[in-house]
């Protein structure tokens, strides 16, 4: 009888596992801690990361964000936040470096989050900018109906139960207007902190849908 050598059989079932083991770790981990919500004003002071779609865990989705379209990065930018406090669709402006983004992405630890993760098209610049807190000016509020019915189909994940639990009541009264100062404070310099990659994994879970959004005005 012929013997098989017990290594590659070890190794099989190691690979074969490994899947398993990945989904009980993403069952078992907990949302991030939940920070009371942002005044929605025209200009406010946030705290932004940086993510890219190299890192291992955004390699399924590619290059897509969670809307199903492709990351930008150029004269408009993607950035992923919880969309209960800055919808889908939503435009802003840094202040500090002038770069215009829009909220097309969100991710597990930017659920409850006061916390918008701009996208990078290499690890370079993800890692360049770190954690910084800049000021950034809202152009276009997104539509939170939409990015509603966008989150319902994915309700099983635990993040996306979040946002629409913060994003129902929104859906039987108008979004409020922004308050216009009027004057845009001075920009507050930014705080870069080198801290490990690996603290800031956001990223979207779910496969993209395909669903786009049309502009939203007030």
Same mark, same amino acid.
């Given at each position: =009888?012929?013997?098989?050598?017990? *290594? ?5 079932? !190691?690979?074969?596992? +490994?899947? !398993? !083991? @990945? ?7 907990? $949302? ?17 990361? &940086? ?27 993607? &950035? ?5 406090? @800055?919808? %889908? ?10 770069? $215009?983004?829009?909220?097309? /992405? ?10 918008? /993760? $701009?996208?990078?098209? +290499?690890?370079?610049? =993800? /890692?360049? @900018? ?8 809202? $152009?276009? @509020? ?12 994915? %309700?099983?994940?635990?993040? *996306? ?10 859906? /039987?009264?108008? =979004? ?18 080198? *801290? ?16 786009? !959004?049309?502009?939203? +005005?007030?």
């Amino acid at each position: =009888m012929r013997t098989l050598p017990l *290594v590659p059989i070890a190794l099989t079932a !190691l690979t074969a596992l +490994t899947p !398993l !083991l @990945w989904l009980a770790g993403c069952a078992e981990r907990p $949302l991030p801690k939940w920070e009371p919500p942002m005044a929605r004003t025209q200009y406010q002071h946030v705290r932004t990361t &940086a993510y890219f779609d190299g890192e291992a865990d955004h390699l399924c989705y590619t290059n897509h964000n969670a809307l199903g379209t492709t990351l930008q990065y150029g004269r408009v930018n993607s &950035a992923a936040a919880d969309w209960s406090r @800055w919808p %889908a669709g939503t435009m802003f402006r840094i202040v500090q470096t002038g770069r $215009l983004y829009i909220v097309d /992405d969100y991710g597990w630890d930017l659920a409850g989050r006061n916390t918008i /993760d $701009l996208y990078m098209p +290499t690890r370079e610049l =993800m /890692d360049r @900018w770190g954690l910084q807190h800049v000021d950034i000016q809202i $152009l276009q @509020w997104g539509d939170p109906r939409q990015s509603y019915s966008t989150l319902l189909p994915r %309700a099983r994940f635990r993040h *996306v139960e979040r946002m629409l639990k913060e994003l129902r009541p929104e859906l /039987d009264e108008p =979004m409020p207007m922004i308050v216009r100062d009027s004057q845009p404070p001075e920009p507050q310099q930014m705080v870069a902190n080198p *801290v490990p990659r690996q603290a800031y994994a956001f990223h979207p879970s779910t496969t993209p849908s395909g669903v786009a !959004l049309q502009p939203f +005005t007030y």
